[in-house]
């Protein structure tokens, strides 16, 4: 080729490659001129570079990069219009479906909305949050850490932006912020504003020891509402009991305890007997209101058991003695180890006996001679014949203290019934169980249904449950409940058999006992069922005891009760009986571990289901140690509250409760006299105050021993 052709080709070759070059060079020039309007100061210029950005940062990785850099160093206002920019760029792309947002946007989110003020962090959220393929869940949880209201008047503005978004909680809210919100709210002069305040305050476990947290429960105890000192009461009653410095919660209590509501005051005191055992303290009783006294004299005795001093002294006042002998009770030696103390309670039954009736009934109830068993102070009302129909509460207070041989049961003699009944209850609350009991109990089998079935329910041998069946009114839930505990003592044997038969009730109350027990019964079944009845010697004990292989010969097999009963129940007409078995059984199934945890809000939720029995669905949290069954006995988890008399004392289901908690700090007269019976059951109400947030932390009182 010549050479001027050669130089022709060369020449053209380096200018396609210069055209080439400088269209990339080009480009890359212009990106730079582009991308350094986004620093620069003016905001004209700024605002084309952040054109640029909305056009080529969804489909440029290089564009996109330098963006987010320079959103790290410009001004936050403008770093968040540029953001907002970038992630509508990337939004915005037709090349492919759901385009997806580049993590560095998302990373670099939090560290923006640090630097900006807090109107303008929601301002850019509402931008977020509209661009498709935003992480909305992270984009909110950037937001509220970064909030740091400068004062109350933009911490309110704030926290109203954020209600209107959904997003204030106190699931979302940052611990920091929501503290610092009620405290401004607790200084409200709205009722309705101070409740709900000093309900959320006392909500917060993790802040116990925020002195924020105290002091805005220290000026709700002030309020000038009742209903708000009472539930600033309860909320500082938890937190006494779990703060490490509980000096403020307990000053706003002793605060509270001279409340001029007297119901507020009692409470208060009775929430300082619960909350400091063997503290000991001195209280001048003497210049309160009696309605207050005697919770204050109960406390002092309460924190300091040791010492009845207070209690001995009420009991030589006059107008205080049934106070005195309230707080008596809550001494722990016999009253012989106290100068006097029982020739006063003596005098004080012998005089008031038919003149002030309550005195003599409640000193007769704290003599404690069960202890050592003499009864001298109360030889009066043991078992001798009753003089007088008015005098019949004070024979049955005495037929519970006293320990020894039971009284002789005569069914045609007046109350010979009750009689027997508060000789075993009190047995059974004192502790007792043993040999005696026994025989005592089978050796007349004509004895009340209740006092077998409550033998039966602390695991006394030798009583027929097969006739207490027949006996017992199926009406009665609280009573099933007492029989079910019946069972879990019984031998497996009687477990099957009960599971085995055709009464529903018995079926149902047998499988909760069994997975109570820990038992997995099971059925004898098959296409040779018929050969279970006509062989009715067969034994449940021998064909429990039979090999599969031996089942499988005769045309049976052995199968798991529960599903089995459960699947049948599902699968019957649909009945209100047939859905009252199938949940029970559920209840059982996750007692016995087959449900797991994910079923724990269907069993609470069952307490408010009118197909299944609140006491048996209570028995069964009690027993798998939900927080949920303390909280609707003694808490606001029911509105109204559940009747505590009517259920504790008049359906006996102390019984069933004392089975599953410790009632060592807790007492209950059930043949007490009725107002000494209100205040039991409230304090038990302010030992619920004190531990709610402790057992929903998971501990539970646990029993000591089990009858």
Known sequence: MPILARHAVSLSIAFALALVLSYFVGRYIHQQIQLGRLTNTDQAAFERGVGYVVKKAGTSEAVTTEALE????????????????????????????????????????????????????????????????????????????????KDEAELLQVVDLLDTRLLWSKRWAPLDLWVRWLGVLAESESELTQFNTAKRLGELPEAADDRRVASALGKLAKSKFDTIRNTALNAVAGYAAIAKDPTDYEQAIFTLGQDENKTIARRAWMVVGHLNPLSGFAVNWRDADLFVAEAMLWSAVKTDPGNPKPAVAALKTEGYEAAGALALNEWRRPLAAVSDSDLVIQKLIQAHADREMVIAWRSILASKDYMNAEATVIEDYGYKPIQKEKLVPLYLAGSWVRAGLAPEYDSNQPHSDALLTAFLEGIFDHGGNGPGVRNMLVSDEDWPVFVRLLAASHGIEDIDLDRLVGELPLSESALLDLFTLSLTYADNDVLDRFIRTSHQQMVTMAAVASAMKGYQSMLITGANADFLRKNPSLTNEQLRAMTDAELSGLGLSRIDALPALLEAAEAAPPSANRSTEAKLLRLALWMRGDLGEDFTPTAEAMLFDDEVPTSTVLMCLLHMKRPAALDYLFGGLATPRPDLNQLLIQQRYWHVFRRFVDTSDLTLWLWGDPEAQAFQLESMRQWYAVNRLKIRQGWWPEPKTVD
Request: aromatic content about 2%; overall charge negative; cysteine-free.
């Open 70 to 149: 320079a959103v790290q160093t410009i001004d936050a206002q403008r770093a968040a219009d540029l953001l907002l920019a970038i992630a509508q760029s990337h939004a915005s792309r037709t090349d492919i479906e759901d385009p997806p947002i580049p993590a560095g946007i998302n990373d670099a989110v939090a560290p923006l909305m640090n630097r900006l003020e807090p109107m303008r962090a929601i301002g850019l959220y509402d931008g977020l949050i509209q661009v498709k393929g935003t992480d909305a869940i992270r984009v909110s949880e950037d937001l509220l850490r970064s909030l740091q209201p």
